[in-house]
């Protein structure tokens, strides 16, 4: 455990406060997700968010970080990240340059204390998010992208909060940040990340829920249009899509309906917009035949 | 509170899931932070802490609703010998007496068409009463009352009924018909799962947590038996198929870009060490080639099979890229190549679903005929098997007691580089009856049992 080490995120009140706190910064969030990210700041635990794409699962983090006035430290995964781009790295150049700025070369024993302090450390996010004085929200996006050996380099930052460096010792974390990784689900995490973390799986929103949604973040929109949106796009998704329409392309959609001047949506209007909702040719075929039992 | 999560997290390993103890700690730990008044929160703790797959979630619902009943989490135990005998002598639900089936069915049609959320319950609650027929200590399992429910309360027919309706008090355009079903079919589905609710809060009282935790436990999605899967565990490995199938594509290619020490390739070596004065210092090696197997897939599509036949299909072509070359073929009685369903259609689900209307596979009635359709697979297109080629064949290998052609299959051996046999059935039946898949079994590299995704999946990634 973290035994004294201060903690970073601005504590929240109840699980309640954490759902208001999300709507007043645009993010509707259910109970399920105002209490996972409430216990995550209790706990001081991780949060794994995991579920399809387009559900909302960085925008989490952004707003839990934009309620709490935290810092954002977002740390974005991709093969082949590795420890020079997610822990530190050593500035070689500034170092170079120092052994080469003094010809009156001190011992080496000076020398090496030298060019191994803080001084010549680069900081990267994971301990950028680990020595930040102020609050922190540290979020590690789409870590299912890195490779199996990767993941154990966030093992000791999310368990222990700390780093090691060998030349500089362990440095601990002056508060403990609020830590969000994303994953798309494209594989199975490892077993011991899992462990350490909460888990919270983000599926596409119940009706009511989407409807709020849209309500909420898109301008302009009149009630009975949010209601017929988050109507059709259920509809959407029972159908077998190979990419079913994410919540990021409901409101896409919605925003397009509204500029689009369309108070109420009919066929004709459905499908002249559904190239917003669905990206593959088969499934907007697929979807005008099942809907609106036509051939597009 | 502490004993009633360790029995909790008993009952999830029972189910599958894998709980560490960290994991336990972690939920005592949770558990101390939310108002435990407030069920929802509660149960966002818990699965927060012990179920880390989407996947597991229904298993975990189902064991939460169970241990966590709304009256045991109360803990009152003389409330709780009330009520069950309260379920025996008058139904509960707060009215004197039940209603009558005709009232029960106006107020079935009026609170469908509000699609009012609080009505649902106490809905739910008249129909338990009026048709369950429950009584306390009966050793009959929940689907059975559940069953009896929904028989008299005929949801089936309800949609077509509010369909109707609809269509009486106003004329409707498709599109807009389709929205109107897809409302009353997702509150159908609320009504059916208070149904179940209510029937499982029931028998919590009526028989404790522990004894029915057994009896409504829920396996998980990879464990479910392929042959005997209902319609809606189908539809959930359905959703699951899909992005296994992509994992098992990334787990492969990864596989494959991370073994790339060839052999020596003294060309580049020599060309390399012209920077270091001609001294190698540092050896070349060439990239191997990737050994991509050709893939013949022999299935089984008769009726007790299919549905597995139809799974392999789609994984492994939903994996082709992994083989350099995949074909088909589909057989009853009589066989036929399917290898062009799949080239025209996008998606594999599409594929599998055409292939039941198109493929010729029957010959003479209809009966698996596994020596028919080897024998006319090994006429037709035996001599397109190499020694790169690998043969799949699914099936139970239930002949109906024809000849077995097991010829077949030892030419197909000797031809091959590999010849597996997945059976979908579980190990002890083989060889039973008219099963003869031990004829089989000696002309294959391997016999392997079949009956789950997770079997499957290991199967396909030890197979690239």
Redesign the interface.
């Known amino acids: 455990m973290t035994g004294g080490t201060p903690y970073g995120g601005a504590t929240l009140g109840s699980i309640h406060e954490v759902r208001e706190g999300l709507g007043r910064v645009g993010y509707v969030a259910d109970e399920r997700v105002a209490s996972v990210v409430y216990l995550a700041d209790r706990l001081h635990k991780p949060v794994l968010v995991e579920g399809p794409a387009g559900t909302g699962k960085t925008q989490l983090a952004k707003s839990v970080a934009e309620m709490s006035g935290s810092r954002l430290i977002r740390l974005q995964c991709y093969e082949g990240l590795d420890e020079a781009k997610a822990l530190y790295e050593w500035n070689y150049r500034k170092q170079l340059l120092r052994i080469q700025a003094e010809p009156s070369a001190p011992s080496w024993q000076e020398l090496e204390a030298d060019i191994f302090s803080e001084d010549f450390l680069l900081t990267r996010p994971l301990l950028e998010a680990i020595r930040s004085a102020e609050p922190t929200v540290l979020l590690v996006d789409e870590i299912d992208r890195v490779e199996l050996e990767t993941e154990a380099l966030l093992l000791e930052v999310l368990s222990e909060y700390q780093v090691s460096i060998p030349e500089l010792g362990t440095i601990r974390a002056t508060r403990v940040p609020m830590v969000f990784l994303t994953s798309n689900n494209t594989r199975e995490l490892s077993e011991a990340l899992k462990r350490r973390c909460l888990y919270l799986h983000m599926d596409y929103p119940e009706l009511e829920l989407e409807r709020e949604i849209v309500l909420r973040r898109v301008p302009g929109i009149k009630e009975e249009l949010a209601d017929q949106v988050a109507r059709i796009v259920r509809s959407l998704r029972s159908i077998e899509l190979r990419k079913p329409p994410s919540v990021a392309e409901t409101l896409d959609w919605a925003r397009t309906l509204v500029v689009l001047e369309i108070d109420s949506i009919d066929a004709a209007s459905v499908r002249g917009t559904l190239h917003v909702l669905l990206k593959y040719r088969q499934d907007i075929e697929r979807a005008a035949k099942e809907l609106l039992a036509a051939d597009a | 509170m502490l004993e009633l999560l360790s029995g909790f997290i008993g009952e999830l390993r029972s189910a599958g899931l894998?709980v560490?103890l960290?994991?336990h700690l972690?939920a005592a730990?949770?558990v101390h932070?939310?108002p435990l008044e407030?069920r929802?929160?509660l149960?966002?703790?818990l699965?927060?802490?012990l179920?880390?797959?989407?996947a597991h979630?229904p298993a975990f619902e189902t064991a939460f609703e169970v241990y966590f009943s709304p009256h045991v989490a109360k803990g009152d135990a003389t409330e709780d010998t009330e009520k069950s005998s309260h379920v025996a002598a008058t139904p509960a639900g707060g009215g004197p007496a039940p209603m009558s089936a005709a009232e029960l069915a106006a107020m079935l049609l009026r609170v469908m068409r509000q699609g009012d959320r609080t009505l649902v319950a106490a809905l739910a609650r008249a129909a338990v009463d009026r048709y369950a027929g429950m009584e306390p200590g009966r050793p009959v399992g929940g689907t059975y009352y559940l069953y009896r429910t929904l028989r008299n309360l005929d949801l089936e027919g309800l949609l077509e009924r509010l369909l109707d309706e609809a269509h009486r008090e106003q004329e409707l355009?498709?599109?807009e018909e389709?929205?109107l079903a897809?409302?009353y079919r997702?509150r159908i589905a609320a009504l059916r799962g208070a149904i179940e609710a209510e029937i499982r809060r029931r028998l919590v009282a009526d028989r404790g947590a522990q004894a029915l935790a057994k009896s409504v436990r829920r396996s998980l999605p990879e464990d479910v038996d392929v042959m005997h899967a209902s319609r809606e565990e189908l539809a959930a490995l359905q959703r699951m198929l899909h992005?296994l199938s992509?994992?098992l594509a990334?787990?492969l290619g990864?596989k494959r870009r991370h073994r790339r020490r060839g052999p020596l390739d003294f060309r580049a070596t020599v060309r390399r060490s012209l920077s270091t004065g001609g001294v190698p210092v540092e050896p070349r090696f060439r990239h191997p080639a990737p050994s991509k197997p050709e893939i013949f897939v022999i299935a089984d599509v008769s009726g007790s099979v299919a549905s597995f036949a139809r799974f392999t299909l789609q994984l492994v072509y939903a994996i082709s890229t992994q083989f350099s070359k995949v074909r088909s073929f589909v057989f009853v009685d009589g066989i036929d190549e399917v290898t062009h369903v799949f080239d025209d259609a996008?998606?594999p689900?599409v594929a599998v679903r055409r292939i039941t209307a198109e493929a010729d596979v029957v010959w003479l009635d209809g009966h698996s005929d596994y020596g028919h359709a080897l024998e006319e697979f090994d006429r037709r297109w035996g001599e397109e098997i190499t020694s790169r080629a690998t043969v799949l064949v699914l099936g139970d290998a239930r002949n109906n007691y024809h000849a077995s052609g097991a010829r077949v299959l030892e030419e197909l051996r000797r031809k091959a580089r590999h010849v597996y046999w997945l059976n979908p059935e579980p190990r002890q039946y083989w060889g039973s009856g008219d099963s003869i898949v031990d004829e089989y079994a000696v002309h294959c590299d391997g016999v392997v049992e079949c009956r789950t995704l997770r079997q499957l999946e290991r199967f396909v990634s030890d197979l690239v």
Do not use: N
Not at chain 2, 51 to 54: E, I, Q, T
């Open positions: 894998p560490s960290t994991e972690d730990q949770a932070h939310v407030d929802d929160a149960k966002a703790a699965g927060a802490t179920v880390k797959s989407g979630w355009t498709v599109f389709r929205l897809d409302e997702a992005p992509r994992k990334v787990r990864r996008d998606d689900s």
